[in-house]
């Protein structure tokens, strides 16, 4: 079964940085956009950080100057670079990739979260 498991989650205090990752586990033909979101306690899931397979990338306001998302595309991962993180960061983090398990075929592919508890 192909899916996305994301790694590096953690806790740290204000000012602190995180890198999450998320790695594809079973091999795909072709994985496009790549997504981060983030659930904070009591708040509605906000997309984070995207980027395209050419290395567009999308940031929320939020975040803009703080975070970085790349990719590998030969190892179908993306990453998460947090720095400056603050205590309005913490959340549960998780992505989101639009692939190909098989030519043909394309489903969104979500990974199981990881925290992210930022103290002040």
């Known amino acids: 079964q192909v899916q996305f498991v994301e790694f590096g989650g953690g806790s740290v205090q204000a000012g602190g940085s995180l890198r999450l990752s998320c790695v594809a586990s079973?091999?795909?033909?072709?994985?496009?956009?790549m997504h981060w979101y983030r659930q904070g306690p009591g708040k509605e899931r906000e997309l984070v950080a995207s980027?395209?397979?050419?290395?567009?990338?999308h940031y929320a306001d939020s975040v803009k100057g703080r975070f970085t998302i790349s990719r590998d595309n030969v190892e179908n991962t993306v990453y998460l670079q947090m720095d400056s993180l603050e205590p309005v960061d913490t959340a549960v983090y998780h992505c989101?990739?639009?692939?190909?398990?098989?030519?043909?075929?394309?489903?969104?592919?979500w990974g199981q979260g990881t925290q992210v508890t930022v103290s002040s």
């Open positions: 989101k990739a639009t692939a190909s398990p098989r030519f043909g075929t394309v489903s969104d592919y």
């Open positions: 980027i395209s397979r050419s290395g567009d990338t």
């Open positions: 079973g091999s795909f033909y072709m994985v496009y956009d």
